[in-house]
């Protein structure tokens, strides 16, 4: 096996080769300096040859790699060759567009029925509800609250609500004297207010002040006012306007009555009724009132009913 160099200078074929007394081979001499030329002449050629092979070989490993990346990173399995580290690239997902969320609609807020017996038990609960004092006055009421056992009027809440009422700026705390407390269940206290069946009602009013309410209306007894659940739960035919506001005028009456006011009548035509006056017995031109001030702050009066 020869060198590339040895290769690279053999002589070519049908050259004249001699043997020295050593047996040493060697060429002929004639004309060695072109000889010599023509041997450089034909190692060039070999020389690009092998270039242009290695250039081959890294354009095909060129190839191959950019076949690699292109095909996912999978390798021929049925090859045997050793699979080429590869660079995981994870795409990037498409975004799902979001979509504007319908708007809930709001549910209808559904009544809740409230029975009303004709009588009940005659025995009462006390709320376990107390507040702060509401009003400047130096006259202070200390109140609770009682709801006939068996309804359904919870006495916190009837209790909370009617603390809401006489703390409203156009009640009985405006006229500057006047102040109200609501206290629990056995803690001292000024007056009671009662929630009572159409029944018991009326005999509470008949023991307090001999009135016969014909189970159709409330009162105010010594230490205390008697609401009769029939007008807390269904209000007035002759009174347009919500519940709460009816339930505004029975206590600002009856309590009205426990600050010493006697009824009132219709001061006119178009003008607002007192809220001393007996608006469920007809308000005679009047307009429907709840409150004992109006709006611009001063008390509405009407002639007094003896």
Known sequence: MHSARERESAPPTGSAVAFDPAGRQHRSSHRGGRRRRSVHRRGRPRRRGRGYLVGVLVAAGLLGSAVFFLDGGRSDASSGAPRPRSTVITPTPTPTPTRSP???????PTPTKIDV??????????ARASGAKVGHGSHLLRYVVEVETGLDVPPAQAANEIADILAAPRGWTHNGVSSFQLVSAGEPYDLKVKIATPGTADALCWEGIHQDTEGEYNCEIPNGVVVNLKRWVKGSPTFDGPIHDYRALIINHE??????HPHMACAGPGQLAPVMMQQIKGLHGCIANAWPYDKSGHFVSGPHVT
Do not use: C, D, Q
């Open 102 to 108: 319908k708007p809930t609609p709001t549910p209808t």
């Open 117 to 126: 017996p004709s009588t009940g038990t005659g025995t009462f609960v006390t």
């Open 255 to 260: 309590i009205g009555h426990a600050l010493g």
